[in-house]
Every structure is written in structure tokens, then in C-alpha cells.
């Protein structure tokens, strides 16, 4: 029965020598409850304790092993009180520093004693000194020069919850071994695949790895043994992708068509022609909402490229059929534009447009809750109001949600799940602006299909982005003054590294007063994230009907929200934010026809990197070559948001480094998919299965 999976698979943590029930509880609250669980829990450093120092050869920004006696502890007051230890050998002194401590611990360093220490050398008032290092005290046995040292190089493992290393360590030499006996694991790979690797030797590989083995490939990740499993991980990855898809297809979806032209009615309201990339991606969304299975639809567009349109007429095919549609934003301010657009298109063709958000509470939220459940409101916009337990629909065909870098995986998947009370599933559009380069989207979105929207609508004028140092700022607000007197709008946008949202609307408001002050006769706005939502609302409205001239603002504006007269904008403190987030920014404005400017009006000094990063924006307007570039400068995390990169964290692969491994883990795991139940089982419960419970270093 074991050989299925091998039989470290089923192997518990208790059978391993040394781990009572205490422990076994333990690693099991971290997931960790087989032997090949703990097999899998995988270094991403690792440390040279192979050989002692000497301190007369200790040099600054090493990381060793030294060995000394003891010759003084004190304790010295100061700006800072530390524990201060004097160690010597026969070649010069050490310093310990210890800004934490506990008297024993003082008295433990009696003079004479020898102890062992690990950890980073920096220069000292002193000479070179380790500030908190794993310290060990010597005995008569462990005293002999050799004893403790490694003859590998020390792994470092994740950290997890109440586990040192050294347990871990002792842990993994128990465990080892065991992967010597034939069928210990399940091997998924064939040799050919993996760079002629077993399994079992890349784990002995990177849990002890020899100590001539090469550094620098290790230490990035790319040596063989660690590549062999960063690929299995991303077949598991892929696997559980592509079982997400099959979950959700399991369920019937509606079947619609545009029976009652409603379509061809909205298009006659327009005032536009669709582009031909709008055309494209519309005509493969109505292919798929004639199946009777959800569609499950990745739409990517660059900042005004037009998806709000192409969102309203893929709804059109699912109205007619008598469904109802869900379209869900990330912000008020974007739901609200969203309800007010929709409500201008679809009510004249007699559909009215429900809204749903934080703000709509009391009586006016069971009003719209009723509408929902009874099937009479027909097409809803909101936030994530839309996904609570309180609102139930009565015949949902179709969920668009917009911009979805702005919402995890599970809050898609929660509003999906709100139609399946009716017994089939709903169809899923999902449109986002950041555009993600072709491997990440693989990654995150590997279980939808892709459509892209190629192109811009015509008439627009590129958008000329000018880099400028805030000693140049007066010189800049003659220029507002300018591009208001000629009827145009601006946009003052007041960036904050703080994730805090009464620190930016702080800034903002000190902003907005300094505006007002040189700027006395234009009617400058004011919007936050603080504000009541009414508030907002009624902000944007003055700033889309030209009340407003100077819109200052925290980045609550970022996404969606489009005021085709405002062709200003200016961004202080560019340096501090993604080069994705700040692409999206600048597509607030350039959708007009009048030509438009953006300012970075960054702070000096600016490293090197901070210029190269603002150079890219000011020469590139393609969100794609842009996205390239953001990868590879600040990695996947500021290209796909925290959100969507907690949902794909990895225990060895890392998408940047190891995108070639992308398509053939693809590949592979579309075979055990249709081939081989077995294996993709276990290859998912090792990988997949419980894998939140690990923190990252
Ligand atoms: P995004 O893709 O960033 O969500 P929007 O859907 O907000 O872009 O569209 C941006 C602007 O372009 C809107 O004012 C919209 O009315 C306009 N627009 C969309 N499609 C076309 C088109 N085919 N021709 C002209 N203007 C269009
Ligand atoms: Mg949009």
C-alpha cells in the first residue's frame, strides 16, 4: 500500500528518533506531519561553519565561526546598555555585544571559559566585534578544534514557529538517511526531465550540501539539485491550477445568446466604434458564454485601452438570457464610476443597474438585497460588498471583476460560489490593467484562458512624461496655472511608502494647501481615503463636471477612474512606487484628444536605480515592456500586487529566475492531469497541500 506513494509518505514525524509527542504536535500545527513532509521543508541559505577563524583574521561583513576565552564581561552604559564580552586567542581579541540580556547571563561569561561563537564581524570601537551571535560554551569533550564542525555546509531553514535551527538540523540528519532505502519517495520526474537528478539526491543535495560544491550557484538557487526541484514545484504549482479550472468547470453554466440583439442596441448608443483588439476579445467572450460551460476569461488591457465597454457588452448575451450580471471593483470610487456608466448604458435599454457597496447600509442595502435575491435587479456593480454572505442571487449567469490585481484568488472564487445556490456556476470575465509579462500570468492565472485587448482607441495622444527634481516646483505650478487657463484639468497625485491611510491623506491635505496658497483663484479639490464615501463621490462627480480645476490626491485614484479632460498630472515622489503602479497612474490622463502631460516630481538625491526606473517610464508608454522591466528590477511582488504574490509563494522555485521552467512544467502537468492520477496526487500533497503554514526567511 505504501509503495503507491512511497513510504516516507506515510511515514508519521513520530517514528523518527527523538521526536516525542510534544514535538510531533508541534511540526504538525506547521503542516509538517510525514517524514517526507520534513524532507520537503527546504533551505534557502546556507552557512559556512566548516571551519574556526582565527580573530587576528577576521574581517568586517564575514559571516564564521570563531573560537576564544573569555576574558571580561561588563556591562557598558551609554546611549545604548550592552553586554559587552572580551574573548582572545592567540592571535588577537573579539568583542560580543549584546544590546538584550539578562544579568545571568553576564555572570555565565566567567572568565577563562572557552566559548564558540557564529555570526557577522563589524568593526568595533574595540576592533571587530559580532553583535548577538549564537554563542556556545565549550566543555572538556566538545573542546577538541575539530568537534561541531560541519562537514557540509549548514542549511538555514524557514522560519518556523518555535523550532530552531539546530532542531531542524537534527531533524534532517535523522531524516537523510531514510532516503537511501529503495521506494522512500514517490519520483515523478523522468530522469531526462530533471538534468539526470534523482529525487532523493537532490534533497541529500540541498539538505547537506559538500563543502566544495559551487557557492554561487547555490546560494542563487540555480545549482542542479535545486533546479531539479524547483521544477517539480512548479508542475505541483501547475497541477493545482489546472485542477482549479476543472473544479470550477465541473459545474454547468449557462448557455447564452443574444437572442434579443441586445448587443446590437448597445452598440447603436455609443458614440464610438470598437477598436478591432475590442472586437477580437468580444468575440471570443461570446464564444464562451455559449458554452454550456463558465467561462473562465483573463482579460488584459493597458490603461485605456477600453475594457469598461467591453465588460457592458459581454454582459449583453447574459442579460438577454435572463441572467443576471455581478461587476465588482477594488475601490468605491471605481465602483461608483462603474454604476454611474452602467446605469447611463443599460437603463435606457430598460435594465436597471443595482449598486452595492461598504456604504450602502440600513434600509437602502436590504432594498438592494431584496432586488438581488428576487431576481429584479439584473445587473449589480459594487465592491466587495458583493461577495458576503448576505447577498444572494437569484439567477447569477456572469461575475466580471475589474482590475483584479487589486483582489486575491479567494475573492474571486467567494463570488463565483455566490451563483451556485441555483445549481450551475457563473461565468467569470475577469479584466486586468496591470499587464502581466506571459510566464507571471502562467503562474497566477494559470487557470484561465488569456485574451489580450491589442492597441488604443484612436485620436489618443501619447502621454509626455517628464522627470523633474521638487526643487523645480514653482516653475511647475506656473505651468498648472497655464493648462487650467486653457480649460484643461489636472491631477496632483501625493505618494506615501506608508500603507497608512491617515499618514497620505495627511500629505495630501498639506499639499493641497500649499497649492492653494500659490495658486489662490483656481478651485482646487481635495480626495483621501479618509474621507466618507459620500464624500468622494461627490468630489469626482465636481472634478468629471469641471467644477474642480486641481484634483490633489492619494492614490486612491490609481486604478479605473477616467476624466478624459484632465490631462495634467504630476506625481511627487515617483521613486517610492512601483513602475506598474505608476504606469496605471499616468492612464488617468492621455484619454482625451487634447495632448497630455505627466510630471515625476521626484526627490533629490535619486539613486541610480531610482533614475534608471523613472528614465523607463518616461521613455516607455507600452504597460507590457514596462512590466518586463519592473520584474526583473523589484521581482514579482510590485508586478502582481501582495495580494496576488502571497497567493504563489514558492519554497524553491522562484518565477523570475526559473521562467524557463515555466512551459515545460506546464506541459508535464497537463500529462499527469490526463495520464496519471497517482502521481499528481502525490505530487500535490507534497507541494500544495497545507503549504501556508511555512513563513519565509
Ligand atoms: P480601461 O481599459 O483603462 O478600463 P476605459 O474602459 O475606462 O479604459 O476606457 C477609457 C476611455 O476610452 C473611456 O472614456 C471610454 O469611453 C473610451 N473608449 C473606450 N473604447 C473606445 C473606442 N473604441 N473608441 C473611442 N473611445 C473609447
Ligand atoms: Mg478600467
Request: aromatic share 6%.
Amino acid at each position: 500500500m505504501t509503495s503507491a506513494s512511497g513510504f516516507l509518505h506515510s511515514l508519521p514525524m513520530r517514528q523518527l528518533r527523538g521526536v516525542g509527542p510534544a514535538l510531533a504536535e508541534k511540526l504538525a500545527k506547521l503542516g509538517i506531519n510525514t517524514v517526507e513532509d520534513l524532507l520537503f521543508l527546504l533551505p534557502r541559505q546556507y552557512e559556512d561553519r566548516s571551519q574556526i577563524t582565527p580573530f587576528g583574521a577576521l574581517i568586517p561583513g564575514m559571516t564564521t565561526l570563531a573560537e576564544g576565552e573569555v576574558k571580561l564581561a561588563d556591562i557598558a552604559l551609554g546611549r545604548r546598555r550592552a553586554l559587552l564580552v572580551r574573548l582572545r586567542d592567540h592571535t588577537g581579541g573579539l568583542t560580543l555585544r549584546f544590546y538584550h540580556f539578562r544579568q545571568s547571563q553576564k555572570e555565565s561569561y566567567r572568565p577563562g571559559l572557552r566559548v564558540r561563537v557564529f555570526g557577522e564581524v563589524r568593526l568595533g570601537p574595540l576592533g571587530p566585534e559580532m553583535v548577538h551571535p549564537e554563542v556556545e560554551f565549550l566543555s572538556e569533550e566538545t573542546a577538541s578544534p575539530e568537534s561541531g564542525l560541519t562537514a557540509t555546509l549548514t542549511p538555514i531553514y524557514p522560519l518556523v514557529d518555535g523550532l530552531t535551527q539546530r532542531r531542524l538540523r537534527e531533524l534532517m540528519a535523522r531524516a537523510l538517511p531514510l532516503l537511501d532505502q529503495t521506494d522512500a519517495l514517490v519520483d515523478v520526474l523522468p530522469a531526462r526531465s530533471s538534468g539526470g537528478w534523482t529525487l532523493a539526491d537532490a534533497l541529500r543535495y540541498v539538505h547537506a550540501p559538500p563543502l566544495d560544491s559551487d557557492r554561487r550557484r547555490l546560494l542563487a538557487g540555480e545549482h542542479p539539485a535545486q533546479q531539479r526541484l524547483a521544477f517539480e514545484e512548479l508542475v505541483a504549482h501547475q497541477l493545482s491550477l489546472l485542477q482549479r479550472r476543472q473544479r470550477q468547470r465541473q459545474w454547468p453554466a449557462p448557455a447564452c445568446t443574444d437572442s434579443a440583439q441586445l448587443s446590437e442596441q448597445f452598440l447603436h448608443q455609443l458614440p464610438f466604434q470598437l477598436t478591432h483588439g475590442q472586437q477580437t476579445v468580444l468575440h471570443e467572450i461570446r464564444h464562451d458564454l455559449q458554452q454550456p460551460t463558465p467561462m473562465l476569461r483573463l482579460v488584459q488591457g493597458d490603461v485605456g485601452s477600453g475594457k469598461t465597454v467591453v465588460a457592458a457588452l459581454a454582459a449583453c448575451p447574459v442579460l438577454a438570457a435572463g441572467y443576471q450580471v455581478a461587476i465588482m471593483a477594488p475601490t468605491e470610487i471605481l465602483a461608483e464610476q462603474h454604476r454611474q456608466r452602467f446605469q447611463s448604458w443599460f437603463e435606457p435599454l430598460g435594465i436597471p443597474v443595482g449598486w452595492l457597496a461598504g456604504k450602502v447600509t440600513g434600509k437602502a442595502r436590504q432594498t438592494q438585497l431584496n432586488s438581488i435575491a428576487s431576481g429584479e435587479c439584473r445587473l449589480v456593480t459594487g465592491t466587495h460588498a458583493l461577495f458576503q454572505d448576505s447577498v444572494q442571487f437569484a439567477r447569477l449567469g456572469l461575475v466580471i471583476i475589474d482590475e483584479q490585481h487589486r483582489f486575491g484568488v479567494e475573492q474571486r472564487l467567494a463570488l463565483t460560489r455566490r451563483g451556485l445556490a441555483s445549481g450551475f456556476a457563473p461565468h467569470q470575465l475577469i479584466m486586468t490593467a496591470t499587464p502581466i509579462p506571459r510566464t507571471l500570468a502562467m503562474s497566477a492565472y494559470g487557470d484561465l484562458d488569456t485574451s489580450v485587448i491589442q492597441g488604443l482607441p484612436p485620436g489618443r495622444q501619447p502621454i509626455q512624461t517628464v522627470v523633474l527634481p521638487a526643487t523645480r516646483r514653482d516653475d511647475l505650478i506656473t505651468r498648472i496655472a497655464h493648462h487650467v487657463a486653457s480649460g484643461q484639468q489636472v491631477y496632483w497625485v501625493c505618494t506615501l511608502i506608508e500603507d497608512n491611510e491617515q499618514i497620505q491623506a495627511q500629505a495630501a491635505e498639506v499639499a493641497a494647501d500649499l497649492l492653494r496658497e500659490s495658486l489662490p483663484h483656481l478651485a482646487i479639490g481635495l480626495i483621501h481615503g479618509q474621507l466618507k464615501a459620500a464624500d468622494k463621490a461627490a468630489i469626482m462627480a465636481a472634478f468629471a463636471s469641471g467644477q474642480i480645476a486641481v484634483l490633489v490626491a492619494t492614490t486612491v485614484i490609481e486604478v479605473g477612474v477616467d476624466v478624459p479632460n484632465a490631462s495634467l498630472m504630476v506625481i511627487e515622489n515617483p521613486e517610492r512606487l512601483g513602475l506598474s503602479q505608476l504606469h496605471q497612474l499616468r492612464g488617468r490622463v492621455g484619454r482625451g484628444s487634447a495632448a497630455s502631460f505627466c510630471v515625476l516630481l521626484y526627490q533629490t538625491p535619486l539613486s541610480g536605480l531610482g533614475r534608471e526606473r523613472l528614465q523607463i517610464l518616461r521613455d516607455s508608454q507600452d504597460g507590457f515592456v514596462i512590466a518586463e522591466k519592473d520584474l526583473s528590477l523589484r521581482g514579482p511582488g510590485e508586478v502582481l500586487g501582495t495580494r496576488q504574490t502571497g497567493d504563489i509563494s514558492f519554497r524553491m522555485a522562484d518565477l523570475l529566475r526559473d521562467q524557463h521552467l515555466l512551459e515545460p512544467a506546464r506541459v508535464l502537468a497537463e500529462h499527469l492531469m490526463r495520464d496519471n492520477a497517482r502521481l499528481e496526487q502525490a505530487l500535490l500533497q507534497r507541494w500544495v497541500a497545507e503549504k501556508d503554514h511555512y513563513a519565509t526567511v
